[in-house]
């Protein structure tokens, strides 16, 4: 099932690089995407690279994806990390499938490193320096979405994904959130047009010899309100006094931020909500994001 699965990733790379000494061997997988190794034939690696589990994708959370769209998006924004310095792997080659029956891919450099699920302090506070000058990246143009102003493209976009967890969660006050919340989302272009990874948690981050050696996987990159960021980075437990102390954070600012934070977090907790129901089958992820969910609603609302 693997070798049908990558025999033809392996013939587009041997065309791609002109090396038919590559091979392609199975290696992790996400929620989207397949990761494999790629090597020589005598064992050293070249480089991992990524392909869609599904080349286009109905959502009910964010319409229809098409995965080389997003590939090509990764592309130029691990393009705009390597420019500011920010650690993260290299590009090699890429290609969009040339027909509706071919593969998408992009190979990037291969960082070695150990799969770890927590981070400590002092790694917690690297990730904050990280984030923040991702954060200091300014595209020039919006990347990952309409070029629209960002309060109606982020009240778009959260209200799609509370619409589609809305039949897990019955009870969910959604025009009353909105209403509450819509005043509060920031419009200023200095305030809106940072670069943002949006999943920076462990599996994305390559951690070696104690350090961050790179973030990978920049799918969800969008421009946007660095807050949404940082919210995303609260539901998963990492927005600590550590990661606030390397952000350059303190108390006065996340505290009248406190109410944002609380509207940017439906964002992801709608999403998994969904997702661990309706892609992985997740009991656990759907009950905690649930629980999430309305708890935020419910703070939002009083």
């Not at 392996?10 to 199975?26: A, C, F, M, Q, W």
């Not at 302090?121 to 990952?144: F, M």
């Not at 960021?229 to 006065?252: P, Q, S």
Request: glycine share 6%; proline share 6%; aromatic share 6%.
């Amino acid at each position: 099932m693997e070798t049908t699965r990558t025999t033809p990733l392996e013939r587009e790379i041997h065309r791609t690089l002109g090396d038919s000494n590559i091979r392609v061997s199975p290696w992790r997988e996400g929620v989207d995407y397949f990761a494999d190794l790629v090597r020589h034939r005598d064992g050293k690696i070249v480089g991992v690279v990524r392909s869609p589990r599904h080349e286009v994708l109905p959502t009910d959370y964010e319409g229809t994806v098409d995965f080389a769209d997003v590939l090509a998006k990764e592309v130029n924004v691990l393009g705009l990390l390597g420019e500011a310095g920010v650690p993260a792997p290299s590009v090699l080659a890429w290609r969009r499938r040339s027909n509706p029956q071919g593969i998408s891919w992009m190979l990037c450099e291969h960082i070695d490193h150990q799969p770890t699920d927590e981070l400590n302090e002092d790694q917690q506070h690297e990730l904050g320096r990280i984030a923040r000058a991702i954060h200091s990246i300014r595209p020039g143009t919006t990347v990952g979405r309409p070029q629209e102003s960002w309060p109606p493209y982020v009240l778009g976009r959260i209200t799609d994904r509370l619409r589609a967890a809305e039949k897990y969660c019955p009870q969910l006050s959604v025009e009353t959130v909105l209403s509450r919340c819509a005043a509060d989302v920031p419009s200023g272009a200095g305030q809106t047009d940072s670069l943002l990874h949006l999943d920076l948690r462990p599996p994305n981050l390559c951690v070696r010899e104690g350090r961050i050696a790179a973030v990978i996987d920049v799918a969800n990159a969008i421009t946007g309100d660095p807050w949404l960021e940082l919210a995303r980075i609260r539901f998963c437990g990492l927005f600590t006094e550590a990661f606030r102390t390397g952000y350059g954070l303190d108390d006065a600012d996340v505290e009248r931020h406190e109410r944002l934070l609380d509207f940017y977090e439906l964002d992801i907790a709608a999403l998994l909500t969904v997702v661990a129901t309706e892609e992985i089958d997740d009991e656990e992820l759907l009950e905690s994001s649930r629980d999430r969910l309305e708890q935020l609603c419910a703070q939002i609302v009083r």
